[in-house]
T-cell receptor, first 113, second 109 residues
Framework: DADVTQTPRNRITKTGKRIMLECSQTKGHDRMYWYRQDPGLGLRLIYY???????NKGEISDGYSVSRQAQAKFSLSLESAIPNQTALYFC????????????FGSGTRLTVV | GIQVEQSPPDLILQEGANSTLRCNFSDSVNNLQWFHQNPWGQLINLFY???GTKQNGRLSATTVATERYSLLYISSSQTTDSGVYFCAVINQAGTALIFGKGTTLSVSS
């Protein structure tokens, strides 16, 4: 099994719909992140969480919300999807501290029509 | 906030060629990582290299933290090396990785 699992892998949804992207990890790490990738722009941080009771906004949090259901689970919601939220979404986890690398999920390709 | 710039934005190579990818960052860092995104979108961590040099097979990386740059070397490139290479550094608050825009590498046989 993958260390970081994202579901669904692909999703097409209509403008105005609510959609949830889910992420679970088996690394046992406390820190989890949601990033968004757009062509030519690299990855940008949406939200991050350092433990179950800690949620923080990233660079581009408008239009998104998150829920940290457990140490291993971190979900991202689009309350009312719009076409410019069409992107590749990545969940990641890290062990914290400066010596820990990041592990990314395989991504969710979301298309809003 | 910290800025991460990668060059070149695009690179086209014949199989067997060598290449150097560059990452410049605007402030001192103590965590720098290189990632490869394959054509299927999967992100693979290549190196955690805040300073010094590391090698892994045909790939090696060098970070000169005092001069604020890192280099990724790919020798004897193969078609499977194609994809996007990202450099990323920890932001100044120490909370998350900040990514450059990437270098897109295409290796043809």
């Amino acid at each position: 099994d993958a260390d970081v699992t994202q579901t669904p892998r692909n999703r097409i949804t209509k403008t105005g719909k609510r959609i949830m992207l889910e992420c679970s990890q088996t690394k046992g790490h406390d820190r989890m992140y949601w990033y968004r990738q757009d062509p030519g722009l690299g990855l940008r941080l949406i939200y991050y969480s350092f433990d179950v009771k800690d949620i923080n906004k990233g660079e581009i949090s408008d239009g998104y919300s998150v829920s940290r259901q457990a140490q291993a689970k971190f979900s991202l919601s689009l309350e009312s999807a719009i076409p410019n939220q069409t992107a590749l979404y990545f969940c990641a986890t890290s062990g914290g501290g400066l010596g820990y690398g990041y592990t990314f999920g395989s991504g969710t390709r979301l298309t809003v029509v | 906030g910290i800025q991460v710039e990668q060059s070149p934005p695009d690179l086209i190579l014949q199989e067997g060629a060598n290449s150097t990818l560059r990452c410049n960052f605007s402030d001192s860092v103590n965590n720098l990582q290189w990632f490869h995104q394959n054509p299927w979108g999967q992100l693979i961590n290549l190196f955690y290299i805040p300073s010094g040099t590391k090698q892994n097979g045909r790939l090696s990386a060098t970070t000169v933290a005092t001069e604020r740059y890192s280099l990724l070397y790919i020798s004897s490139s193969q078609t499977t090396d194609s994809g996007v290479y990202f450099c990323a550094v920890i932001n100044q608050a120490g909370t998350a990785l900040i990514f450059g825009k990437g270098t897109t590498l295409s290796v043809s046989s």
